[in-house]
């Protein structure tokens, strides 16, 4: 090869080589990463080109040219599309630094996942103001920023009552307002249930399992989300809370509080969950039937008067035991092989486990809110078992024009007849499992009650539901923003339980 050839291939390699260097020298990239981890499970990516080309999150645009670029995040369904933000790509910063972009749960958000086995723990759903935020304190904090509290004062009190070691209110209703059971409703009740859920080992011999558990808790917490999910989109206040940081989980977290209360099962705690419910209505929100839940034995195994390890103590005797301590309480009421020394004869008159629920002493005598109330014909002989029970369901308060559905709901089996009742007078064609009426009107407020009956002539009359029908307009609490923190703090009794605290 002769010399002239030798030199030019080594310009033109030399060239290519400096152009090659120069191209490179003028080009960068951006780099970013997308949270959370549900979100980018969901589709979240991001794009420099206007959707041309999708990257995902932590992969990296490289050999862009110099030059200004607007970093797009792709919109996801239940998601909070984080804002376009634009980066510059230069000589003195080829590689900018772009913090990672969040998307963040809208209020609204459909059937999110209840918490993983081993990790639903109802006092942190709860929380307590000092716990920081993302739980419902700290997000119906933020509502409470929106109410004037000299204008709505129960509303108020209720929120700033929802404390994970104190919260009682899923009681006995007496006359319109709830009261407690005697035992912590977030610590001590929710806790056995979730100690069931998280322990995937958990069986007794009595047929509590964690199976049965988690299987009542996923099928409770979809029911109660649409709900939910139903009322604030009915409201419109979705996009509004949508827009508040630490409201964004407020449904899913008072879903699944609301989901524990469903599955424990007890009379008491269904009575105030559909009583919100019943409420919704009045906005368009058919309430959910209660047969629509799934109870862990109508309150059999976790209720005041449950056994829920089956060693012969109910829960609240239990509780009188070993209460002081919760874990104390939760590892001893669910372990059979540990028993109080001797089980109280009675839970105290603050528990009520007992009276009130249907509980029948000598032959057929069932302790209700009244004297005389809940007779039960045939007797009942069954030793160690349940006696049958039956209680109506249903919203306690009404505004004139609302629609009513009270429901009979009953453990006793076989064939059964119901008959409706009111001001103890029968009412004329009502004898299906549920009472119900398109508009109220102020005559419709009373005491109603329901007689069941199967085929062994086992004959039980609930105890008294006392109906209040108000005036159009006078309820409590008003409008889209006070139903849905009726229904977020959380079907257990409504803000009027709050009265009896001030």
Same mark, same amino acid.
């Given at each position: 090869m002769s010399k002239r050839k030798l030199v030019g291939i080594c310009l033109i390699t030399a060239f290519a080589l400096l152009t090659s260097l120069a191209a490179n020298a003028q080009t960068g990239s951006i780099k970013v990463t997308l949270n959370p981890l549900e979100a980018r499970e969901a589709g979240a990516q991001w794009t420099i080109d206007g959707g041309v080309t999708w990257y995902n999150s932590g992969e990296t645009a490289s050999g862009l040219p110099y030059g200004s670029y607007t970093v797009t995040c792709k919109d996801v369904d239940n998601w909070t599309t984080p804002n376009p933000t634009s980066y510059n790509v230069t000589a003195g910063n080829p590689n900018p630094t772009v913090p990672p972009k969040t998307y963040k749960q809208t209020i609204c958000r459909y059937n999110p996942p209840f918490p993983a086995v081993g990790e639903l723990d109802f006092c942190a759903i709860v929380g307590d103001y000092e716990d920081g935020y993302n739980n419902i304190q700290a997000s119906l904090g933020i509502v409470? &920023?929106?109410?004037?509290?000299?204008?709505?004062?129960?509303?108020? *009190? !209720?929120?700033? *009552?929802?404390?994970?070691?104190?919260?009682?209110?899923?009681?006995?209703?007496?006359?319109?307002?709830?009261?407690?059971n005697g035992?912590?409703?977030? &610590?001590?009740?929710?806790?056995?249930?979730?100690?069931?859920?998280?322990?995937?080992?958990? &069986?007794? &011999?009595?047929?509590?399992?964690? @199976?049965?558990v988690k299987n009542a808790l996923l099928a409770n917490y979809s029911i109660v989300y649409s709900l939910v999910y139903n009322a604030l989109s009915t409201t419109g206040y979705c996009s509004l809370l949508a827009a508040i940081t630490d409201a964004n989980n407020l449904a899913i977290h008072l879903s699944i509080l609301l989901a524990g209360f469903a599955t424990q099962g007890d009379p008491d705690s269904m009575t105030a969950l559909l009583t919100i419910a019943g409420l919704l209505e009045s906005i368009g929100v058919p309430p959910p039937d209660p047969s629509d839940f799934t109870t862990i034995e109508n309150g059999a195994k976790f209720g005041p008067a449950g056994d829920a390890d089956g060693d012969g103590c109910i829960n609240c005797q239990e509780y009188a035991a070993y209460g002081s301590v919760a874990q104390d309480y939760i590892n001893n009421a669910l372990n059979p092989s540990v028993r109080p020394e001797e089980c109280a004869s009675s839970c105290g008159d603050e528990e009520g486990a007992v009276e009130g629920e249907g509980a029948v002493e000598g032959e057929g005598a069932v302790e209700g809110e009244g004297a005389g109330e809940g007779q039960t014909e045939g007797?009942?002989?069954?030793?160690?078992?349940?006696?049958?029970?039956?209680?109506?369901?249903?919203?306690?308060? !009404?505004?004139?024009?609302?629609? !009513?559905?009270?429901?009979?709901?009953?453990?006793?089996?076989?064939?059964?007849?119901?008959?409706?009742? #009111?001001?103890?007078?029968?009412?004329?064609?009502?004898?299906?499992?549920?009472?119900? #009426? @398109?508009?109220?009107?102020?005559?419709? *407020?009373?005491?109603?009650q329901v007689e069941v009956s199967n085929d062994a002539k086992i004959t039980i009359l609930s105890p008294t539901f006392h109906l209040i029908v108000l005036e159009e307009g006078s309820l409590p609490i008003t409008g889209g923003l006070g139903l849905m923190i009726l229904a977020g703090t959380a079907a257990l009794a409504g803000a009027m339980s709050i009265r009896r605290r001030n």
């Open positions: 409470l &920023s929106l109410i004037k509290c000299d204008e709505e004062p129960e509303v108020c *009190a !209720l929120i700033n *009552a929802l404390q994970c070691s104190i919260m009682d209110i899923n009681g006995p209703i007496v006359g319109d307002l709830p009261t407690g035992i912590p409703d977030v &610590s001590h009740e929710l806790a056995l249930i979730a100690a069931v859920y998280n322990n995937p080992a958990f &069986s007794l &011999s009595n047929g509590l399992n964690h @199976t049965l007797g009942w002989e069954e030793e160690g078992e349940q006696p049958p029970s039956v209680i109506i369901l249903g919203p306690f308060r !009404l505004e004139v024009g609302d629609s !009513l559905n009270l429901a009979a709901s009953t453990t006793l089996t076989g064939t059964i007849t119901y008959q409706w009742k #009111k001001d103890e007078q029968d009412l004329e064609n009502e004898t299906g499992s549920h009472y119900r #009426k @398109t508009h109220v009107t102020l005559d419709d *407020a009373g005491d109603y």
